[in-house]
């Protein structure tokens, strides 16, 4: 997001798990040189200011942010129409999981299912990249650090954000760190699907807990 942001690319997030607060701090502790876990303490003088620097510089960036819970595919459709409006390009859904269907009477897989198929369709309406977190199952974690080939079922409660997506992205833990730093996580990616281009492992990341970003 921040990347995106400084090149001047709007970005919509609709957050469905995080607050606003909560994503702030996280986008204020990736642009300071202060430990992620400092950030509700008293400050010094000068780190004070150098959060005051990146709230300034982070409401300066191209960015809406909604987090209301409990959203159907219909409250996303109006939310990303109005994001698109002030000039986003890039809406990222967090996660769909926590999405609801319009009948909150229907099964848990086919509330997913509606959500799924309403997301590329709002891609499509809008002409926008829609970027969507998703969790898998502990039966997928277990297939993918073994080495094994991921499922579509492995996506928790349905699989079709995967069978929906143009392109998947895969990131876990390394299973082979559990001795890393605390501050210094690596994570394996994997680009599993991918409509356009070649698929595989990709090189791994580094996830900065002090400063809340991957590198």
Same mark, same amino acid.
């Given at each position: ?104 009477? &229907? $099964? ?14 709002? =891609? %499509? *309406? +809008? ?64 680009? &599993? $699907? ?14 900065? =807990? %002090? *400063? +809340?970003?991957?590198?």
């Amino acid at each position: 997001t921040a990347t995106w942001c400084a090149e001047g690319l709007g970005v919509g997030n609709v957050s469905l798990e995080m607050s606003v607060n909560q994503l702030v701090k996280r986008m204020v502790a990736s642009n300071v040189p202060i430990d992620s876990r400092r950030l509700n303490d008293r400050l010094h003088e000068r780190e004070a200011a150098q959060v005051e620097t990146a709230l300034q510089t982070i409401g300066s960036w191209p960015m809406w942010i909604d987090d209301s819970p409990y959203v159907t595919v219909e409250d996303l459709r109006k939310k990303a129409r109005q994001m698109v409006q002030r000039g986003a390009k890039v809406l990222i859904v967090d996660y769909i999981q926590l999405m609801r269907g319009t009948d909150p009477r &229907d $099964k848990r897989h086919e509330q997913l299912e509606e959500a799924s198929r309403g997301i590329k369709l709002i =891609s %499509k *309406e +809008l002409g926008i990249m829609v970027i969507v977190l998703a969790n898998i199952t502990k039966k997928g974690m277990e297939e993918i650090s073994s080495g094994n080939g991921f499922l579509a079922e492995h996506i928790a409660d349905s699989s079709a954000p995967y069978k929906d997506s143009d392109s998947v992205l895969l990131m876990w833990r390394d299973p082979g760190s559990e001795n890393a730093p605390w501050h210094s996580i690596p994570v394996q990616c994997k680009l &599993d $699907k991918e409509r356009d281009g070649a698929m595989g492992m990709l090189e791994p990341l580094m996830f900065n =807990s %002090k *400063e +809340l970003r991957f590198s």
